[in-house]
């Protein structure tokens, strides 16, 4: 359920826009497959209008875009190691790094998570919660490692 598609994702499947794979979805696309712009007809159909370009309707910054799906990923990482899904932060770690592409210089999400500060994270989710939706509420694990000081420390695998 916490990672349930939006309803209006059924509009477009149903139009048969699945993305690049058919050159159809909310992009428009050229003959070698390259996005070329929004496409209106997808816009219309999910009954959106183009927002302005002046500063006041711009939404939120490409930083705060980032933290809001960043910050989820870490949560999700928190219950994928309270479920189990995972044994460690490290096997997370490497398993963001070769598997999704996540910076090697970062050291994975947990690590990365750890040099930000764990606090902080889930006070921006808390923050986002507030602002744009409840699905960004801080789970019950989460907060657990939060308050053990961070993914490294709550493990049983330490810091060396």
Not at 58 to 64: E, K, L, N, Q, R
Not at 148 to 158: D, H, K, L
Request: proline share 6%.
């Amino acid at each position: 359920d916490r990672l349930a598609l939006p309803a209006w994702f059924d509009r477009l499947t149903a139009d048969g826009r699945l993305g690049a794979k058919n050159r159809r979805g909310f992009f428009r696309y050229d003959e070698a497959g390259k996005r070329t712009g929004v496409d209106p007809e997808a816009l219309a159909l999910l009954g959106l209008t183009p927002r302005s370009s002046t500063p006041s309707s711009a939404g939120p910054d490409a930083d705060t875009i980032v933290l809001r799906m960043v910050t989820r990923m870490v949560d999700e990482a928190a219950r994928c190691l309270d479920e189990q899904v995972v044994a460690t932060p490290g096997e997370l770690d490497l398993a963001m790094i070769f598997g999704t592409g996540f910076p090697p210089f970062r050291g994975g999400l947990c690590r990365w998570a750890d040099a930000t500060g764990v606090e902080a994270l889930v006070a921006h989710l808390r923050g986002f919660a507030q602002a744009v939706g409840t699905r960004y509420e801080p789970s019950e694990s989460l907060l657990r490692i939060a308050a053990a000081g961070g993914f490294y420390r709550s493990s049983r695998q330490e810091v060396s």
